[in-house]
């Protein structure tokens, strides 16, 4: 039997007690040690591994106030690699108090809801370590204060002082400074700039961290994870000790996501290594420090689909799990060169990024850079190369993969459905009843110019474009046949009324722009060859008029058979 993969399980101790598939990442313990940052920060991109890391850290270092539970916590780690590496690491198991604290799931509309969700996380450590109410070495005024705290009936300030709090109450009953750990700390910050309240969520953090990073003499360390490294100004304003490990660096870049070697093992652990040139192809690309990185969340997605049926299709799985919200605003807001600069990065071109580590939601849309930033820190761009210019650090990022490639172009559709919901092409449709090519021309060319294409798969691209622009009137029903395969035209519009009109298209994508009017005059034939009119003459339809359109980039070409008579787009 082939160990279950871990879909969703982000609990060490779950992921070990149950036998579940486990890519050992122990030697971050190590490294951890002894590089020994006070307060440490690592930005991946989401579901790249960060929570069940610190869920490993949490049950390699605490000591629970239980014997047995601390042996059950040390036998989790049996086997793996840190219980190699000797008494210098392997004595630090069970050793401190830990407070782990997760803001992932402060993602409500209001900013009511969104303190009050983060209020009741802080209040579930307290209750985890209500053990501390009962060990008589508080004061009253501490052991009150806990209790507000833990039944979520304190004032505000007491919960941003709450990690130094429970920290000093630590230290007062066993005599230990505290490991903090925190999970995925911009994800509320993310939320509130979206949803309109991001500088009371600023506050909030940062006086969160404040006290209890900055001025707390009983922690051990701490470690943060989240998506993007935000200012100091505005988080960790006075941190000197913060220790921030981001993509470019090149320490601890094999502990978040899959190395080949680690992807290479898991597949032939389940026997489909004869997949791999896939597996590569979708979910590879991503370059931390030096270290060649897989998403972590989609590998096992597809060992979980090939598990199954070891033909599986690849897919998309990381479109459903990150918030692509930048990616739409970064469409909505694009003006051209932005467009054209998307363009060029689906046709696997590179693009010169001036890197700005420090930024924060409110900058976004300072600069081209800054939004470009983002999408490289997000994950939604990796690096191919990079290079020092004018006292600062450049990339030449690119799109890491064809499952990221893949989100971009979803989203792109999606916004141009969204756009031409907006618009009125009854110019369009009155051209194709005249059979006025020329204007039919002049529309789509229009239409082209403001969207955003990607050409590899341009067939589709065009086909798409067309459908949704044709799909929008109320008088015609619109049918694709594309996806049938079954040697019809391409897109059939028809009145719901067999006495109303009904029309043919076909596409054409060019090789060149000098061959779009030949292109358009072949797809004109074609439908005559094919004998594409037959199907509605057969429902029942009396006028079907024929267009035949070739598409080269942003150019298009129409030519038009109405009646038995030609209509070149150029008169």
């Known amino acids: 039997m082939k160990k279950a993969l871990p879909i969703g399980v982000e609990n060490f101790e779950d992921l070990i007690t149950n036998d579940y598939y486990y890519v050992d990442k122990t030697l971050f313990i190590k490294e951890l040690l002894d590089l020994k940052g006070k307060v440490n920060l690592f930005t991946r991109p989401r579901r790249f591994g960060k929570t069940l890391n610190l869920s490993m850290l949490r049950y390699f270092f605490e000591d629970t106030g239980d014997a047995a539970v601390n042996a059950h916590n040390r036998a989790l ?37 969104a303190f009050y969700k983060l209020r009741g996380e802080i209040a579930d450590e307290f209750v985890r370590h209500k053990g501390l109410l009962e060990s008589g070495r508080l004061s009253e005024t501490d052991r009150e204060l806990y209790r507000r705290i833990m039944e979520g009936k304190a004032d505000g300030d007491a919960y941003t002082g709450a990690l130094k709090f429970l920290s000093r109450c630590f230290y007062e009953v066993t005599g230990q400074k505290t490991v903090i750990l925190i999970d995925e700390y911009d994800v509320p910050l993310e939320n509130a700039y979206f949803r309109g309240f991001y500088g009371e969520m ?204 893949t989100i971009y172009q979803n989203t792109i559709l999606n916004w141009f459905k969204n756009r031409i919901k907006k618009q009125d092409f009854r110019d369009l449709y009155r051209a194709m009843e005249e059979g006025d090519a020329e204007k039919m021309t002049e529309i789509l060319s229009g239409q082209l110019f403001g969207t955003i294409s990607f050409y590899d798969s341009a067939e589709n691209f065009y086909h798409g474009f067309l459908t949704g622009i044709l799909s929008q009137s109320e008088d015609y029903i619109v049918k ?88 070149p787009a150029n008169k």
């Open 77 to 113: 780690f049996e086997g793996m690699k840190i219980m190699a590496q000797g008494e210098e690491y392997t004595g630090q198991m069970g050793r401190y108090p830990v407070i782990n604290l997760t803001l992932k799931s402060a993602k409500q509309g209001t900013a009511d809801s």
């Open 202 to 405: 600023v506050d909030f953090i940062h006086a969160l961290f404040e006290a209890g990073l900055k001025t707390n003499d009983c922690l051990q360390f701490a470690v943060i994870t989240g998506c993007l490294r935000i200012s100091r100004e505005s988080i960790f304003n006075g941190l000197n000790h913060l220790n921030i490990v981001s993509v470019l660096d090149k320490k601890y870049s094999e502990h978040f996501g899959f190395t080949e070697p680690e992807v290479l093992n898991a597949m032939k652990d389940y026997g489909v290594e004869h997949r791999f040139e896939t597996m590569k192809e979708w979910y590879d690309g991503y370059t931390f420090g030096v270290t060649e990185v897989y998403n972590p969340w989609s590998v096992i997605k597809f060992l979980y689909d090939l598990y199954t049926d070891a033909e599986a299709f690849p897919r998309p799985y990381w479109i459903n799990t990150s918030s692509n919200d930048i990616i739409k605003d970064l469409i909505a807001r694009a003006a051209r060169e932005t467009k054209e600069q998307i363009e060029g990065l689906l046709q696997k071109k590179t693009l010169d990024i001036q890197l700005h580590e420090e930024i924060t939601y409110e900058d976004m849309h300072g600069s081209g850079e800054n939004l470009w930033n983002f999408l490289y820190f997000t994950g939604y761009l990796t690096k191919e190369s990079d290079y020092y210019k004018e006292s600062s650090v450049w990339i030449r990022a690119r799109i890491p993969n064809t499952e990221v490639k």
């Open 480 to 567: 694709s046949n594309r996806e049938s395969g079954n040697g019809r035209s391409d897109i059939m519009v028809k009145s719901p009324s067999l006495r109303g009109r009904s029309f043919i298209l076909e596409v054409k994508v060019s090789a060149t722009i000098d061959d779009l009017e030949e292109d358009a005059e072949r797809a004109l034939r074609q439908i005559e060859e094919k004998r594409y009119r037959e199907e509605l003459r057969t429902e029942g339809y009396r006028r079907t008029d024929c267009y035949g359109i070739a598409f080269y980039r942003k150019d298009c070409e129409v030519r038009g058979e109405t009646a038995g008579k030609t209509h």
